[in-house]
T-cell receptor, first 115, second 114 residues
Framework: AQSVTQLGSHVSVSEGALVLLRCNYS??????LFWYVQYPNQGLQLLLK??????LVKGINGFEAEFKKSETSFHLTKPSAHMSDAAEYFC?????????????FGTGTRLKVLA | EPEVTQTPSHQVTQMGQEVILRCVPI?????FYWYRQILGQKVEFLVS????????KSEIFDDQFSVERPDGSNFTLKIRSTKLEDSAMYFC????????????FGPGTRLTVT
């Protein structure tokens, strides 16, 4: 079975500092990986996705993630944090059975940006 | 830009009552999903739906749960007899198909069972 581990349930960074949110996956087949962001009292918004094309994936709001098969990782980064980045971030891997792709989510990382 | 919508945004119900959560997926999508997120926990898959039938369901999705696509636009989740532990945020998602992979999520319905 596939799974996702997000290290660090809470991460704090200063405004302007590098953001690094960690995601490791477990999969016996090539995975498809996603990062979603959830702002308070809102739904899940897709930040970026990896679907076996380029290993460095660029997403919205200046975020990017690199798929590293050797490390089974898909960490999310942003060079310079902005106050508006404060939110919860979820990493997800798809698992396909019966022709549909259900998502397996990590436990989430709450990002706090300090002024 | 097309989006997934859900109603109501917040539902309060008493234990044992039936609730129906409604979703309008993106119009040309063919795959539909329900997920839930208990407060402070991760998002969990409940059920996927394609071609008017359930494709897959999790162990959470027991006989108290059902899904339906009653017309060409709505996708509903019914909980027959709610329990306290059903209190959660319920997200609907839709996707255009496995080849596109990504799912688009609605804003969620917060269900509170008292």
């Amino acid at each position: 079975a596939q799974s996702v581990t997000q290290l660090g349930s809470h991460v704090s960074v200063s405004e302007g500092a590098l953001v690094l949110l960690r995601c490791n996956y477990s999969s016996s087949v090539p995975p498809y990986l996603f990062w979603y962001v959830q702002y308070p009292n809102q739904g899940l918004q897709l930040l970026l996705k990896y679907t076996s094309a380029a290993t460095l994936v660029k997403g919205i709001n200046g975020f990017e993630a690199e798929f590293k098969k050797s490390e089974t990782s898909f960490h999310l980064t942003k060079p310079s944090a902005h106050m508006s980045d404060a939110a919860e971030y979820f990493c997800a891997v798809t698992q396909t059975t019966s022709g549909t792709y259900k998502y397996i989510f990590g436990t989430g990382t709450r990002l706090k940006v300090l002024a | 830009e097309p989006e997934v919508t859900q109603t109501p945004s917040h539902q309060v119900t008493q234990m044992g009552q039936e609730v129906i959560l409604r979703c309008v997926p993106i119009s040309n999508h063919l795959y539909f999903y329900w997920y839930r997120q208990i407060l402070g926990q991760k998002v969990e898959f409940l059920v996927s739906f394609y071609n008017n039938e359930i494709s897959e369901k999790s162990e959470i999705f027991d006989d108290q749960f059902s899904v339906e696509r009653p017309d060409g636009s709505n996708f509903t989740l019914k909980i027959r007899s709610t329990k306290l532990e059903d209190s959660a945020m319920y997200f609907c998602a839709s996707g255009s198909g496995p080849l596109r992979h990504e799912q688009y999520f609605g804003p969620g319905t917060r269900l509170t069972v008292t």
